[in-house]
């Protein structure tokens, strides 16, 4: 039988939700259809309103909690019908669902991602996993990243140590070195800071291609003290979200160095403090990588891959789509795969990365319309 799946991922950058049909088999994973759908009007606002607010109703909470599985469910039917297997051939549907809070710090550590799997199931009835992150957390992990167990199974070789960098709003590391234990860890603000920045100072919703970065002077008081924050010198496990990196985070660090500064100097000082905690994160592992897999929507940042290639000259770096997976798919592959592992009823969470107690299948099941 065929291993069809569909994976849904909607990411911090909150730029809209990827999915993909992915074939899995022993050579790997084959995408068949992938479509990105850019949240436009209501529901966009109303989930930035979630996790930006500082108070938000249970009625709210719900409501958005639907409505994110509802346009998941659209997003896959549309998928599906501009391809060439209809939703009986499908095993199952792995998503991320949308984090509106992510806390790992103990004690009362929680991580909570809404867009509601049974609307999922009902809607597209195809069997949907989802949540993934709780079990990890369960089981004293950070919930977080995922990705280093998936990017071991589709990006490391055995003779080559390698290191992968997924840029989305959070960037994430992992470090796959043949007969070593896999690390990986958020390293910070990927294009979380760099969109937000771009979209208040002129209301578009990133820089493209990091052309407005390249108009600005990098502040070094600035870079100095976004640096300080805790966070980057934390050893690992670790793992963040956007209560921390926000722009609350960064009007506080513009505040302590009491100087005004014209609004594209401030984007390319984030742009330089993505590359460099990037950087500085890849170095402090001692991976001693030959190659750096690129993926997730900031390879597209010219600016920023330019300077990250700047900040490591002895390393190669290469997009994704080199390894057969394109940036912009990875993650959404990711929660096929995770899908598929929890229905074999193999682990998908790797402790030496997230810090749990144990290896564990993770992720709910909720079976289709039979
Ligand atoms: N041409 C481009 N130039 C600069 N940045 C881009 C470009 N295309 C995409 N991006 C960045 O990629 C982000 C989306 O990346 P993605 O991997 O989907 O992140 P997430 O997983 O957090 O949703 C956009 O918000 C934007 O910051
Ligand atoms: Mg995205």
Same mark, same amino acid.
């Given at each position: 039988?065929?291993?069809?799946y569909i994976?849904g991922? =909607?990411? @911090?950058?909150q730029?809209?939700?990827?999915?993909?049909l992915?074939e899995f088999s022993? /050579?790997?994973?084959?995408?068949? *259809?992938?479509?990105?759908t850019?949240?436009?009007?209501?529901?966009?606002?109303?989930?930035?309103?979630?996790?930006?607010q500082?108070?938000v109703?249970? *009625?709210?909470?719900g409501? $958005?909690n639907?409505?994110?599985?509802?346009?998941?469910g *659209?997003?896959?039917?549309?998928? %599906?019908?501009?391809?060439?297997?209809?939703?009986?051939?499908i095993t199952?549907?792995?998503h =991320?669902?949308h984090?509106?809070?992510?806390?790992?710090e103990k004690p009362?550590a929680?991580?909570m991602? &809404?867009?509601?799997? =049974?609307?999922?199931?009902a809607n597209t009835g195809i069997? @949907?996993?989802?949540?993934?992150?709780?079990?990890d957390? /369960? #089981?004293?992990?950070?919930?977080?990243?995922?990705?280093?167990? #998936?990017?071991?199974?589709c990006f490391?070789?055995?003779k080559?140590?390698?290191?992968?960098v997924?840029?989305?709003? !959070?960037?994430?590391i992992?470090v796959?070195?043949p007969?070593?234990p896999?690390?990986g860890?958020?390293?910070?603000?990927g294009n979380?800071?760099?969109?937000?920045?771009?979209h208040?100072?002129t209301?578009?919703?990133f820089?493209h291609?990091?052309d407005?970065?390249?108009?600005?002077?990098?502040?070094?008081?600035?870079?100095?003290?976004?640096?300080k924050d805790?966070y980057?010198?934390?050893?690992?496990?670790?793992?963040?979200?956007?209560e921390?990196?926000? %722009?609350?985070?960064l009007?506080?660090?513009?505040?302590?160095?009491?100087? @005004? %500064?014209?609004?594209?100097?401030?984007?390319a000082?984030?742009?330089?403090l993505?590359?460099?905690?990037?950087?500085?994160a890849i170095v402090s592992?001692?991976?001693d990588?030959?190659r !750096? &897999?690129?993926c997730?929507?900031?390879?597209l940042?010219?600016?920023? $891959?330019?300077r990250l290639?700047?900040?490591?000259?002895?390393?190669?770096l290469e997009?994704?789509?080199?390894?057969?997976i394109?940036?912009?798919?990875?993650?959404? $592959?990711?929660?096929?795969?995770?899908?598929?592992?929890r229905?074999?009823?193999?682990?998908?969470n790797?402790? @030496?990365v997230?810090?749990a107690r144990? $290896?564990?299948?993770?992720?709910?099941?909720?079976?289709?319309?039979?």
């Amino acid at each position: 039988m065929r291993e069809l799946y569909i994976g849904g991922m =909607s990411g @911090t950058s909150q730029d809209g939700v990827d999915v993909v049909l992915v074939e899995f088999s022993a /050579a790997g994973s084959n995408i068949h *259809q992938a479509t990105t759908t850019p949240y436009t009007g209501k529901l966009g606002k109303r989930i930035k309103n979630l996790i930006t607010q500082p108070q938000v109703t249970l *009625q709210e909470l719900g409501e $958005v909690n639907v409505a994110i599985g509802k346009f998941f469910g *659209q997003c896959i039917l549309k998928l %599906l019908e501009t391809s060439d297997f209809g939703a009986h051939e499908i095993t199952a549907i792995g998503h =991320s669902g949308h984090t509106v809070y992510h806390k790992p710090e103990k004690p009362d550590a929680f991580t909570m991602q &809404i867009g509601d799997s =049974s609307t999922i199931a009902a809607n597209t009835g195809i069997t @949907t996993v989802g949540n993934f992150r709780n079990m990890d957390m /369960a #089981f004293g992990g950070q919930g977080a990243p995922l990705a280093p167990a #998936f990017h071991e199974w589709c990006f490391s070789d055995t003779k080559e140590s390698r290191i992968v960098v997924n840029i989305g709003g !959070i960037a994430n590391i992992s470090v796959l070195q043949p007969k070593l234990p896999l690390l990986g860890f958020d390293t910070g603000p990927g294009n979380t800071l760099l969109d937000n920045w771009t979209h208040r100072c002129t209301g578009k919703s990133f820089d493209h291609n990091g052309d407005w970065s390249k108009t600005g002077q990098i502040n070094k008081p600035l870079l100095l003290a976004l640096k300080k924050d805790k966070y980057f010198e934390r050893s690992p496990p670790k793992s963040t979200g956007l209560e921390h990196f926000n %722009l609350a985070w960064l009007e506080g660090e513009l505040r302590e160095i009491n100087r @005004t %500064l014209p609004d594209e100097d401030v984007q390319a000082t984030l742009t330089e403090l993505t590359a460099e905690t990037i950087a500085e994160a890849i170095v402090s592992t001692n991976g001693d990588p030959q190659r !750096i &897999i690129l993926c997730g929507g900031g390879v597209l940042n010219t600016a920023l $891959v330019e300077r990250l290639s700047e900040l490591l000259p002895s390393i190669e770096l290469e997009s994704s789509a080199e390894c057969g997976i394109g940036p912009e798919w990875v993650e959404a $592959v990711m929660f096929a795969w995770l899908a598929r592992a929890r229905l074999k009823g193999r682990s998908g969470n790797a402790p @030496t990365v997230t810090g749990a107690r144990q $290896v564990t299948p993770l992720g709910g099941v909720y079976f289709g319309a039979t």
